[in-house]
């Protein structure tokens, strides 16, 4: 990450996510600023207009977004894993369509969950099917994170026996999309619930490399998300850790720094431990990332894993240090403690997580060479 994109962020935020917070709103004009910037999705590559960055320059940037607001970071979320997914399954033709709208101002939602579809992918009902020169697309998409800002929607679906995914015009005939309101956590980021009521595409709407088994389409999409929710789950540790280092330097209890009590002095060991853990286990996930290494999935789970839980923790933890002076919305550590929980939940819950590392466990030596 560039000290001038991280200034950019910086300026750009100033001081305002407790007040979006609040309001559950980010302003759309900002929103296309940073997109235009290439910022919301830095992975693409120059040819598209993007920044081309690789992993973990790309995940210090969600870092830090994650650090001021993580509303703002969950849009870049979104918008970067519909990039990814149109740069890894769209021909060159569909990449060339799309890519430079995503890096020039407009707003993309991918849009996989369904109301009997969450952490059970395969579930999938929402279908796409074949007429005449068109596709016509049917089904219920919930929580889709900046949906409610979204000019492209990336929607999976069934498409024959196995799965695809397709690039829908938001306001397309046929396309709802219902703002949630009052969210626990990244209240701006724009979740809302889209409803496709045999919505009429381009054949060329569909990605020409996507028709692959749903499963293996959704955890292939599904990647990006959780290595750049997991990089946004450090950028809240360090956001509490920071907090937390001027609150117990400055505040004196019983005639002394806070610091200074050992029982406090533990809780900013635990946070600084949990920080630099996730840290780590993030930076490990980007090279795989980027040497698209056998273990690049695994390493993404463990990474969304470990920072996840690390930031609902963490966030629990900076809370019982600050106490009160943290205890009012809009406080960075009142949002990290919201938007924590939901870390734990999105791009595949702790459990599911669970179930997919314990089976990578099998296939490895203790020290990480397959068997």
Request: hydrophobic letters at 45%; a positive charge; one cysteine or more.
């Amino acid at each position: 990450m560039t000290e001038a994109l991280a200034e950019v962020l910086t300026k750009a935020v100033c001081g305002s996510a407790g007040a979006w917070d609040i309001a559950g709103e980010l302003p759309r004009d900002l929103l296309r600023t940073l997109g235009a910037q290439g910022i919301l999705c830095a992975e693409v590559a120059s040819e598209w207009g993007g920044l081309g960055m690789r992993g973990p320059e790309n995940g210090e940037l969600t870092a830090h977004a994650g650090s001021l607001c993580g509303s703002l970071r969950s849009v870049m979320t979104s918008q970067g894993m519909a990039a990814w997914t149109i740069q890894r399954f769209g021909d060159r033709a569909q990449r060339t369509a799309y890519l430079p709208r995503l890096t020039g101002g407009e707003l993309a939602a991918v849009c996989f969950s369904e109301p009997q579809a969450g952490s059970d992918l395969s579930a999938i009902s929402s279908s796409i099917a074949e007429q005449g020169d068109e596709l016509v697309l049917t089904g219920e998409k919930v929580w889709a994170t900046a949906a409610a800002y979204a000019d492209l929607l990336v929607v999976v679906a069934k498409y024959g026996q196995g799965g695809a995914a397709v690039v829908v015009p938001a306001r397309a005939p046929g396309v709802s999309v219902v703002r949630i309101p009052a969210t626990t956590g990244c209240r701006a980021a724009g979740h809302a619930d889209v409803r496709l009521d045999s919505v009429r595409l381009p054949r060329q709407a569909l990605l020409a490399g996507s028709r692959l088994p749903v499963t293996m389409l959704v955890t292939m999409a599904l990647t990006y998300g959780r290595l750049s929710v997991a990089w946004g789950s450090v950028g809240m540790l360090r956001a509490c850790l920071a907090s937390c280092r001027d609150h117990v330097q400055g505040r004196r209890q019983f005639g002394k720094p806070l610091i200074e009590h050992q029982l406090v002095a533990r809780h900013i060991a635990a946070l600084f431990v949990a920080t630099r853990t996730a840290t780590m286990a993030c930076e490990q996930a980007s090279r795989s990332w980027d040497e698209r290494t056998p273990s690049m999935v695994s390493d993404a789970v463990l990474a969304k894993y470990v920072a996840s839980r690390n930031a609902a923790r963490g966030a629990a933890t900076a809370m019982q240090v600050m106490a009160s002076a943290a205890a009012r919305d809009g406080h960075v550590v009142a949002r990290a403690y919201r938007d924590a929980k939901l870390m734990e939940i999105i791009e595949g819950t702790s459990e599911v997580s669970q179930l997919i590392l314990a089976r990578r466990a099998l296939e490895v030596t203790p020290w990480g060479e397959p068997r």
